[in-house]
């Protein structure tokens, strides 16, 4: 059939294609004009789980008490944990958005002080100090000084950060020339003050490591790692730079002067990376320790000698043995007796570090091996005898310190042993030890690649990460959801209609009894070490209950079909029995009320007295319908009874009741239904979003109210009035929403069963309505014991589930699956469900040569040993290649630069598993993927496998590259052929039935051959390195490593590929993604994210200039195409952007943008559907701005627009944080606005749960 020639109607666009069937299938592709083509496109920035990458870790006492908290540097994001020394669990206590980039952070305590303080440096160009405050849940900014520009220079202070161990000062110092000394006081009212800062600058200059110098009371000193590089600088041969030496400077700060000198200047022997203070005045000899290449020495002033000792290394080290050995952080301990240090080298093994002292002398360092565990950003020991390992990259871990080392056969490392020059001492590599891993804190940083699918059938997609570094690296997936924990499951005889948990009086801890009702019989058990069945409750156990709890002190309450039965603590039983041939359908029961429903819609009251009686009230309400369901709030700390009782009609209301005694019985509020509701929950849940109360905690009481039609509506309730307002609707399953009370934190929550189970409750002072991970439930309640002390008991068919929630606040569930090494690409198999992972690591060996170098290591043991030693060695070298280390565990061997080990990993998740690995040789790295089916042979699929050959990554070179074909058969890769090509191709993608490679600068057409893929066309005229293709129609967009994108249009008549639009602006492209036609999303490695689109009288019909006569001055603008995109959109997301995808997030939902960045992050970009929305989310954004600047000192305009100017984009996160502003903050912004607080909130919610969670 001919070409065919069609006018597109969506897009005025002009298409090619073989027939008309296919155009078509096309147009539907496309969609007609969406949200994405308004005139002007405006956005609102979300971020749906902020960053888990830990740059630095501090502890101290921030609260005021004695429990040690840990505040986390996470980029632009600032957290305190608490970990629990009994449950030995990492809570998060608060979360701070800064609207910067946390560069360092110090804390300390004034002398004499009670409670810590941190003072952070940043890129705001200020000092800030924060004090936590625990009655508002939130860091208040105490002081913030001004000392030079915002951004991260060289020459402004920000990098490096020191304290004086007895918080007199603190010197804050940049990379380069400056530092500053602030002196830190109290004044008469005990307010800490702080001073103007004192100049401690050297110019040609630059400094490696601060820290401040034990001196008890003396001035304080501190001590830094400077390079004078001056003479360097003036030297045009370049000599001088050979022999530079690093300096330790001492600089004090005399306090009665008033200024700081430089005391003392030492030349060091080789360059050091970080300097450990050693504790002072009556602690220890003060000094420090400094980490250098190979070494550690100790130094200080006066007579002490320098002692130095070298870094012990692992025994039968695979690693390059021409690679030098670092320590990378730190954490020291001291008690009143002692003091020592653990110091972690680069290779993630621990060493416990002690100084021999004599007569106020050091004589000796001491070293010992204590364990090995992941390479940590910081180290912290804990009073508690805890190790928080804070981790850049992967998963954070806390640790019990279950032994010192002190008593093992362990050898001790010595600096007064003898040893040859370029000699060091060995230790042999142990499973942990001393220290026992407790938990670990789920961290998803680095991402690598994302995307978004639906691979489970679920209705709900899946978000697919490969995350991770090295052997601890990850393929997760992600679902909306939080993780239950299964306690215990057991079956029952039957099917179940309730479960409740009781205690025997109100002063208990823990639950006594779970009380399972049946159609016929209701079952009673005991909770204890094991659960059993017992029949001396005092419940009636030959009738279904309806409900039953603990009453007043020590009463038990049984509500049943024909009447109340009332158990007091000394077994004897008060019954009510329910009028005439009258049924009890419905109650509501509090610790000291009962309401009940009779059939006919009658109201009976009853209320507990003084002597613990219970007393119906005189008069009876009756309703013209039928009563569906009813709820009762819990009694108010320091009152007698709850004011309210809230009743669900079959004439689709709810009526609010006075239970006062001045007005009891009647009618406060109504509330009209969309339809039936199913189900009523009264919770008092902390100061909510809506509550327009200063007092801080405070608790709001809500309404939810579940409906038959699977919808929950929660109110805000009136604590006065008892009227119904601010209503918020949610829609959770195809199922009626059953609703039961449950504690989470201490603190009321509410647990709605439909097709989903969902959680409503507080977190860190925010409302989160999040659904189960788990599966369907029928009934629940919640749940107390010595093992569970937060946990729900629940229903499930014929089974009873002991269920726990720990990951409060998390936004996903995870399911995680192992790689081998670092995920570079991964690619999805829609026809198996099977994820295929590309991993790549650099310095690293593959599993074939480390085999190879392990037998050439046990032969050399072998030869190195003396005629009789020959039967030893021999089994030593024997041991040692039957010894297997996990990688996981203690890292893979260090190679030599410019080695690569790559491996291609099937996985299947729903199964969990790893189905084939494939391992590529030695130095071939792995870069790229794509599943392709090409138009020859369309019933297969095919996986190509971009790799490059030797790779240098500065300067970037290589040998060439490969492209490896695999045919999926059965889930599993059968290598077809390989294409050799001359450079290393960075980015693949499948095209109309043919694959687009971008090799080294080149972008070309492949199509299937049977010995190797056929080159059809290529495109030589980009800039740099293609590192990006994304495709839609016959439009393909490049990402260019520098130089932003190129729009190509194939032309199939001509079979060439013609560079007709490009961008304006420089970008370093790290992802791309087509929004419309005409219309792409642009992420680069700086954390931008750039809506670029081409006007509508772009044509990509132009013809280039093949004879190059062209006068140069007419080949397009700026050097590239003659055709621009235009901006459309710019914001700064803070991170490297790592994958960009046009979703839907949620069933039903409208599309987003989704973006994973490098730190661990996962945002979207929402459009806005009309002008009157922008407008009110303008406003609301410049409002916050001015009063609620970030707490950092950075301007929030200016951090957004940190490389380009913020555009059309709206922050999502700075809009939120109104909910945490004080209330006549909020009122005040509110009136600005014209609206109410609760209108606000409800438009901040409804914004993200469009769109998004």
Request: glycine share 6%.
């Amino acid at each position: 059939m001919p070409s065919t020639t069609i006018r597109c109607p969506y897009y005025c666009i002009k298409t090619e294609y073989d027939s008309a069937s296919k155009y078509i299938h096309f147009c539907h592709q496309l969609k007609p004009r969406t949200i994405w083509r308004l005139r002007k496109m405006y956005l609102y920035s979300l971020t749906l789980q902020k960053a888990s990458c830990i740059t630095c870790a501090v502890h101290g006492n921030f609260s005021g008490t004695k429990q040690q908290e840990i505040i986390a540097a996470k980029g632009k994001i600032l957290e305190l944990l608490r970990p629990d020394a009994n449950s030995g669990k990492v809570h998060s206590v608060t979360t701070l958005e800064i609207f910067g980039e946390i560069r360092c952070l110090a804390p300390f305590r004034l002398t004499g002080g009670s409670k810590d303080y941190v003072v952070i440096g940043s890129d705001s160009g200020r000092i800030t100090i924060l004090e936590y405050i625990p009655s508002r849940n939130t860091f208040e900014r105490v002081h913030q000084e001004t000392f030079g520009k915002s951004g991260c220079r060289r020459i402004v202070p920000g990098q490096y950060m020191a304290v004086d161990p007895k918080g007199r000062a603190v010197m804050i110092g940049a990379i380069e020339k400056q530092k500053l000394v602030y002196i830190l006081n109290r004044d008469t009212t005990a307010r800490l003050t702080i001073s103007s800062p004192l100049e401690a600058h050297k110019s040609h200059t630059l400094v490696f490591s601060i820290v401040g110098i034990d001196v008890g009371f003396e001035n304080p000193v501190f001590a830094c790692l400077e390079v004078d590089y001056e003479e360097p600088d003036n030297d045009p041969t370049g000599e001088a730079a050979l022999t530079t030496k690093q300096m330790l400077t001492y600089y004090e700060l005399d306090l009665g002067l008033n200024h700081v000198v430089r005391k003392y200047t030492e030349t060091l022997q080789e360059f050091s990376n970080m300097l450990i203070p050693v504790p002072g005045g009556n602690d220890g000899p003060s000094g420090v320790l400094v980490c250098s290449e190979n070494f550690i020495t100790y130094k200080n002033f006066g007579d002490q000698p320098e002692i130095r000792m070298p870094i012990p290394r692992r025994r039968y080290d695979l690693s390059d043995p021409e690679r030098g050995m670092l320590f990378i952080c730190y954490a020291g301990h001291k008690t009143k007796s002692l003091f020592f240090f653990f110091i972690q080298n680069e290779q993630g093994d621990i060493f416990k570090l002690t100084l021999a002292v004599e007569d106020d002398m050091v004589t000796a360092i001491k070293m010992k091996y204590f364990d090995t565990i992941p390479v940590a950003s910081s180290l912290i020991v804990l009073k508690t005898g805890f190790l928080f390992a804070a981790s850049e990259f992967g998963n954070h871990r806390l640790y019990q310190i279950s032994h010192l080392g002190d008593d093992d056969e362990e050898t001790e490392f010595s600096s007064t042993m003898l040893l040859d020059e370029g000699e060091t001492f060995y230790y042999s590599l142990r499973p942990l030890k001393n220290l026992v891993e407790v938990d670990v804190v789920d961290s998803l940083c680095p991402i690598t690649a994302c995307q978004v699918t639906d691979l489970a059938n679920e209705d709900t997609p899946q978000l697919y990460v490969s995350c991770g570094r090295g052997p601890n690296s990850t393929l997760r997936v992600l679902r909306h959801g939080l993780e239950v924990t299964e306690m215990a499951v057991s079956e029952l005889p039957g099917n179940p209609n309730g479960v409740w948990t009781v205690k025997t009086n109100a002063s208990a801890e823990y639950d006594a009894y779970i009380v399972v009702s049946f159609v016929n019989a209701t079952l009673v058990l005991s909770i204890g070490e094991s659960v059993e069945e017992v029949s001396d409750s005092g419940f009636l156990g030959t009738t279904p209950t309806l409900h039953c709890c603990q009453i007043g002190d020590d009463a038990l309450l049984q509500v049943y079909a024909n009447g109340i039965r009332h158990v007091r603590a000394d077994k004897r039983v008060n019954e009510w029995k329910a009028p005439g041939k009258k049924t009890i359908l419905k109650c509501a029961v509090n610790n000291r009320q009962v309401a009940i429903a009779l059939s006919g819609g009658e109201l009976v009251y009853f209320e507990m007295d003084l002597s613990g009686q219970l007393n119906e009230y005189t008069e009876r309400r009756e309703f013209s319908s039928e009563v569906i369901c009813m709820s009762i709030g819990s009694v108010p700390a320091g009152e007698k009874r709850c004011r309210f009782l809230a009743v669900g009609l079959a004439d689709h209301t709810v009526r609010m009741i006075s239970l006062d005694p001045s007005d009891c019985l009647q009618p406060l509020s109504m509330q009209a239904l969309p339809t039936v509701p199913e189900s009523l929950c009264i919770a008092a849940m902390g100061a909510g979003d809506s509550s327009e109360s200063d007092q801080v905690g405070l608790a709001t009481y809500y309404l939810n109210i579940g409906l038959q039609n699977g919808v929950l509506l929660r109110s805000v309730l009136d604590s006065v009035t008892g009227d119904m307002s601010d209503t918020r609707t949610r829609y959770l399953g195809s199922r009626p929403v059953r609703l039961f009370k449950v504690k989470i934190q201490n603190s009321e929550a509410v647990l709605a069963i439909s097709s989903r189970s969902w959680l409503s409750y507080m977190f860190q002072s925010v409302s989160r309505l999040t659904p189960l991970s788990y599966e369907v439930l029928d009934y629940a309640s919640g749940f107390s014991s010595d093992q569970c002390p937060e946990g729900v008991v629940s229903i499930a068919g014929d089974t009873l589930r002991i269920l726990a929630l720990e990951k409060l606040g998390a936004v996903f569930n995870q399911i995680t699956i192992n790689l081998k090494l670092t995920p570079r690409r991964f690619a999805i198999d829609q026809q198996g469900s099977n994820v295929v992972v590309v991993e790549t690591d650099h310095l690293c060996f593959t599993d074939t040569t480390k085999s190879e170098r392990k037998q050439q290591m046990a032969q050399e043991i072998i030869e190195s040993a003396g005629d009789e030693e020959a039967e030893l060695a021999k089994e030593v070298a024997e041991s040692f290649m039957n010894e297997v280390l996990p990688a996981n565990e203690f890292g893979e061997p260090k190679a030599g630069i410019g080695q690569w080990a790559s491996s291609i990993q099937v996985i299947s998740p729903s199964q969990k598993s790893v189905l084939q690995s494939l391992e590529l040789d030695q130095d071939e790295a792995a870069l790229s993927i794509a599943v392709c089916r090409f138009a020859v042979k369309p019933e297969e699929a095919y996986v190509v496998v971009g790799v490059a050959k030797d790779l240098n990554l500065n300067p970037t070179t290589s040998s060439g590259g490969l492209m490896n074909t695999y045919r999926i058969v059965n889930g599993q890769l059968e290598l077809l052929h390989k294409t050799v090509i001359e450079e290393a191709p960075r980015a693949m993608a499948s095209y109309q039935g043919r694959l687009l490679v971008g090799v080294g600068r080149i972008l070309r057409v492949y199509d299937l051959g049977r010995k190797k893929l056929l080159r059809k066309c290529e495109n030589k005229n980009f800039p740099y390195r293609i590192v990006t293709l994304s495709s839609m129609g016959s439009r393909v967009i490049v990402g260019d490593v520098q130089e932003s994108v190129h729009f190509v249009k194939y032309r199939a008549k001509e079979n060439r590929l013609v560079i007709f639009a490009d961008d304006v602006s420089p970008r370093y492209v790290t992802a791309t993604c087509f929004l419309d036609y005409d219309t792409i999303a642009v992420g680069d490695k700086f954390g931008s994210v750039a809506i670029l689109r081409l006007s509508e009288d772009v044509n990509d019909e132009i013809e280039e200039d093949p004879t190059g006569a062209k006068a140069f001055w007419d080949r397009g603008l700026l050097n590239g195409a003659s055709q621009k995109a235009h901006l459309e959109a710019s914001f700064y997301i803070g991170e490297t952007i790592m994958s960009l995808q046009k979703t839907t997030l949620i069933p039903g939902g409208s599309e987003s943008l989704i973006y994973t960045t490098l730190s661990g992050s996962i945002g979207v970009l929402l459009p806005f559907t009309s002008r009157e929305e922008v407008d009110f989310f303008q406003h609301l954004e410049m409002h916050l701005r001015s009063e609620n600047s970030p707490i950092c000192g950075r301007d929030h305009l200016a951090y957004r627009s940190y490389y380009f100017p913020a555009k059309n984009v709206i922050d999502g996160d700075m809009c939120e944080q109104y909910n945490a502003m004080e209330g006549s903050k909020r009122r005040a912004i509110a009136a600005e606005l014209d609206r109410t607080p609760p209108e606000i909130s409800k438009k901040l919610e409804d914004m993200r749960t469009r769109y998004a969670f």
